[in-house]
Nanobody, 113 residues
């Protein structure tokens, strides 16, 4: 099970950190990802991190976001800086590639202009 948290309302240019708590040791051994879905748009991958820490980012967030993981604690975080209104979305954590069984409710991030 994956539980995302930490979303909220922030002004453009601000920062926010979303976290994912994973239940189950399998998550410490696979590539994990942060995804987001904005209203009226398809869910998209924001960033991913392999079990040994190699990261990859969508062009839209590159340079503004940092994904990290703590395998011992089974937690994954996405630090988002210089937020833009277009970052407004529900953010989800899942494996990469995503598996439908792990989609949770996500956490809402709203960036005001």
């Amino acid at each position: 099970q994956l539980q995302a948290s930490g979303g909220g309302l922030v002004q453009a240019g601000g920062s926010l950190r979303v976290s994912c708590a994973a239940s189950g040791s399998i998550f410490s051994t696979v590539t994990m990802g942060w995804y987001r879905q904005a209203p009226g748009k398809q869910r998209e991958l924001v960033a991913s991190i392999t079990s040994y820490g190699r990261t990859n980012y969508a062009d839209s967030v590159k340079g503004r976001c940092t994904i990290s993981r703590d395998n011992a604690k089974n937690t994954f975080t996405l630090q988002m800086n210089s937020l833009k209104p277009e970052d407004t979305a529900v953010y989800y954590c899942n494996t990469f590639p995503a598996e439908s069984k792990w989609w949770g409710r996500g956490t809402q991030v709203t960036v005001s202009s």
